[in-house]
């Protein structure tokens, strides 16, 4: 399974992209898309962004707040996008592409891993056909933990006084990727 | 500097390898500046404003600008710190954004939560959060060429930082000293009882109340 991950500023400017793979049940960590969907995930998330500023105010007269992760919002193909937005309107995107069953794994050693195809916690029945939920409770979970460390991370970079988001500044320090790598390696 | 950066690159690591991404966030959480230090901070700032500045508009306009980062910036800490870290949420409405400021962000900065809140009668748009004695203008003695200046808009600049990123734009947020107004019945006694009273001006923008008013349908 193959994550792409993407920072974007409230202007809709990528900050930092990132794209790994799972590091459960036999992934190996690394991203395995082919080079077209490689190409297109980006067209992907930023198509996405018409719905996060739809979803992110939240369901109407409801309290006042709304809360920054935003689960699952979209699906293209298939590919699942989920979203979580900072306080300042920053945006985190991920991309999940399911490893397809048909593909029969392209990096798992010994061919078994292609038909459980690899899934975060969610599984369900048994065999090949394990469908992939981006609803699934537990998905849901891991992806908030991932977000929810990426985005301590990225408070520390925010704090920065050189740095500004509002501009368009990447983030180019290798100690954030660093981050950002372990945390998916935690939970994704 | 004698250390090898461990993952070459040209980035160098301080000697203990701990990079700002090791501290943690919550470690500044009751830490208290002395109002002396801040003071001779602010000085400094307002003189460095003045030197450039053409008149009064211009030099609060300088340090407006100075207090926009510092809004932006506490506005996700203040958020990561708030009292349930795992309920994780945001300002959406903009009661509960100037309620978020006049508490949480005050508390922050000052030790003690805004004094009042209101809704403008003339201008839906413009709401007043009033402070009756603002710790930044504690030293400050103004000339009576420019009697209305008021520094706080170095506060207001703040303020504006924290309303523009959470997605509620403003067109501006100025500080305009009330002290000197009688109370007009409230307080028969003395007009002057907090000289330094100052009000905030918030005035948002227009799809910002429109988005309101939307939200508030359902």
Redesign the interface.
């Given at each position: 399974m193959s994550y792409y991950f993407t920072i974007l500023s409230?202007t809709d400017t990528p900050l930092f992209t990132h794209d790994f793979g799972t590091s459960r049940s036999s992934g190996d960590g690394l991203a395995h898309f082919t080079p077209s969907d490689r190409a297109l995930a980006p067209f992907i998330l930023h198509s996405a962004l018409d719905i996060v500023e739809e979803v992110?105010?939240?369901p109407?007269?409801?309290?006042?707040?709304?809360?920054?992760?935003l689960k699952h919002i979209d699906k293209y193909a298939n590919c699942y996008i989920s979203c979580w937005?900072?306080?300042?309107?920053v945006r985190f995107l991920l991309l999940t592409r399911p490893r397809d069953e048909v593909l029969g794994g392209g990096g798992a050693g010994g061919g078994l891993g292609g038909q459980r195809g690899s899934l975060a916690g969610g599984r369900l029945g048994g065999g090949g056909g394990g469908v992939y939920r981006p609803d699934a409770p537990a998905t849901e979970e891991a992806v908030k933990n991932f977000f929810?460390d990426v985005?301590?991370?990225?408070?520390?970079t925010?704090?920065?006084?050189f740095y500004?988001a509002?501009n368009g500044d990447v983030v180019r320090s290798?100690?954030?990727r660093a981050?950002v790598a372990a945390a998916a390696k935690k939970y994704l | 500097m004698s250390n090898n950066a461990p993952?070459g690159?040209g980035?160098r690591y301080p000697s203990n390898k701990k990079?700002?991404?090791d501290?943690n966030?919550n470690r500044s959480k009751n830490a208290e500046l002395s109002r002396a230090a801040f003071a001779y901070l602010f000085i400094e700032m307002i003189n460095l404003a003045q030197k450039h500045a053409k008149d009064v508009g211009d030099l609060e306009k300088r340090l407006n600008n100075q207090g926009y980062?510092i809004g932006?910036?506490l506005?996700?800490?203040l958020?990561?710190r708030s009292a349930n870290p795992l309920?994780?949420?945001?300002?959406?409405?903009i009661?509960?954004l100037l309620q978020f400021i006049a508490q949480t962000l005050y508390r922050h900065l000052f030790g003690r939560p805004a004094d009042a809140l209101e809704r403008s009668n003339e201008d839906p748009a413009q709401y007043l959060l009033f402070d009756n004695e603002p710790i930044v203008n504690t030293y400050i003695s103004l000339p009576r060429e420019m009697s209305n200046l008021n520094c706080a808009a170095f506060v207001a600049g703040i303020i504006e930082g924290v309303c523009d990123?959470?997605?509620f734009a403003t067109e501006g947020v100025t500080a305009h000293s009330v002290g000197n107004q009688d109370e007009g019945g409230k307080d028969a006694k003395g007009q002057a009882m907090w000289p330094g009273k100052t009000v905030f001006l918030i005035k948002f923008k227009k799809e910002v109340l429109e988005?309101e008013e939307?939200?508030?349908?359902?």
């Open positions: 409230p992110q105010w939240g109407s007269s409801t309290a006042g707040s709304a809360p920054m992760y937005v900072t306080g300042a309107n929810v985005y301590e991370s990225w408070v520390k925010v704090m920065n006084p500004n509002g290798p100690v954030f981050r | 993952q690159g980035l990079t700002i991404y501290r966030l980062p932006q910036r506005l996700d800490l958020l990561t309920a994780s949420i945001r300002p959406t409405r009661l509960t990123h959470a997605g988005r939307i939200l508030g349908r359902g």
